[in-house]
């Protein structure tokens, strides 16, 4: 089982800056494939970004690409998401995502709105 604890969401003005922190369980967190997904208010969940444990490659949606970026510190057990030139649409409860052994975990989310 993994555990996965978000943190770093809150309100920011549109064209500002957010960084998301997702803390995860486990001895193995480097070979955790890690991701983040999002929840518009009425809208269902969709992928924003990922990072594979094999190549650090990292996949991205097209509605992020230029603008938000995935980090891992596999020392720390964490995985970060630089928001960057945000705008109201990227409001949403942010969640963080662990693959492992063909099992998806999630966590709680963390809610990030950008004002206009």
């Known amino acids: 089982q993994v555990q996965l604890m978000e943190s770093g969401g809150g309100l920011v003005q549109a064209g500002g800056s957010r960084r998301l922190s997702c803390v995860a369980s486990?001895?193995?967190?480097?070979?955790?494939?890690m991701g983040w997904f999002r929840q518009a208010p009425g809208k269902e969940r969709e992928f924003v970004i990922r990072?594979?444990?094999?190549?650090?490659?990292?996949w991205y949606a097209d509605s992020v690409k230029g603008r938000f970026t995935i980090s891992r510190d596999n020392a720390k057990n964490t995985v970060y998401l630089q928001m960057n030139s945000l705008k109201p649409e990227d409001t949403a409860v942010y969640y963080c995502?662990?693959?492992?052994?063909?099992?998806?975990?999630w966590g709680q989310g963390t809610q990030v709105t950008v004002s206009s």
């Open positions: 995502t662990a693959e492992y052994v063909g099992t998806q975990y």
């Open positions: 486990g001895r193995t967190f480097s070979r955790y494939d």
């Open positions: 990072i594979n444990w094999s190549d650090q490659s990292t």
